[in-house]
């Protein structure tokens, strides 16, 4: 705990004394970052840094984040639900996602990745669990159509995998693919091609969905997938009035970022240019 202190106070400290950065002081934001960067004040820095830096790069999912009808709209289709329970007292937080659960005459990928990052940002200034043990991420492709697969253009998938992997300060563990149509997988293989290399994070895509508790315990899911942490309407109820609570939160989120111009030291061109994307190698994902 007094770690947990010092590293909050010095980083905080930090942060009134560097001009170009414009960053949310509140305490569960920061300690969510501490916590992914195991309280090395140097490392937290950087990603912090690359947070902010990438509203740049990625507007689209990082900018203009509102709670308004739209998106609440896009929530209670059940596109992205957090179980009521973690898988465990020191446990990760899991994140079910029906990515059939939107009309695309209506909903872009943008709007689905911009409501899940401002979930797991709710959930990173509100859950303990969330900002010390990270999430596992299930994703339920079970009738996904092409027309909605089609939608997610490479460089939206790029930009969110280095947001995950570079900037985000809750911690994917491991994302699980469950109930894939056959004839989705080469539309998947091309997209997952924009990946980098090297990931962090354990990606499975499952035959059987069945084969999903091999990696965690039936009972962290909810009762529609066979476990009993329940219901997903109960979970989408429960998250919904705190969400609400962001409303004023989210409607100042422009406010804060970075000025290049006030930055002192390196210039940070070639940092956002890694984070959109644009430099290094990538591969095919092999889910055969």
């Known amino acids: 705990m007094e770690v947990c202190e010092s590293s909050l106070v010095s980083l905080q ?12 002081l509140n305490r569960d934001w920061l300690l969510a970052f501490l916590h ?22 990625f507007p689209e999912v990082l900018m203009q984040r509102r709670l308004d009808e739209h998106l609440m709209a896009l929530y209670r289709h059940g596109i992205h639900t957090m179980p009521l329970k973690a898988i465990s007292t020191n446990g990760a937080r899991l994140v079910i996602s029906q990515f059939s659960k939107y009309d695309p005459k209506i909903f872009h990928p ?8 401002m979930l797991l940002e709710i959930m990173a200034n509100e859950d303990a669990n ?3 043990f990270g999430i596992v991420h299930i994703v339920d492709a079970r009738d996904v159509s092409v027309e909605q697969m089609m939608q997610y253009h490479p460089s939206l998938l790029k930009k ?10 809750v911690r994917f563990n491991e994302i699980h693919v469950i109930n894939m149509r056959k004839d989705g997988r080469a539309i998947f293989n091309f997209a997952t091609a924009f990946l980098p290399k090297k990931i962090t994070v354990k990606f499975v895509v499952h035959e059987k969905a069945e084969d999903l508790y091999d990696h965690i ?14 219901y997903l309407f109960e979970a989408l109820n429960h998250w919904e009035p705190i969400m609400l609570k962001y409303e004023s939160y989210f409607a100042t989120d422009d406010n804060y970022g970075t000025n290049e111009k006030l930055r ?8 956002i240019s890694l984070l959109s994307g644009l430099n290094g190698s990538f591969r095919k994902l092999n889910v055969d």
């Open 110 to 117: 943008k709007d689905i990745y911009k409501l899940f990052f």
């Open 130 to 132: 969330a900002r010390a």
């Open 160 to 169: 969110t995998w280095m947001l995950m992997e570079h900037c985000f300060p």
């Open 264 to 271: 002192i030291g390196i210039g940070s061109s070639e940092e």
């Open 217 to 230: 315990p039936r009972d962290a899911m909810t009762v529609e997938y066979g476990g009993n942490n329940g």
């Open 36 to 57: 992914y960067c195991h309280f090395d004040l140097e490392e937290t820095k950087k990603r912090l840094d690359a947070f902010y830096s990438l509203k740049v790069v």
């Open 13 to 24: 400290s930090w942060l009134k004394k560097t001009p170009h950065l414009k960053v949310r």
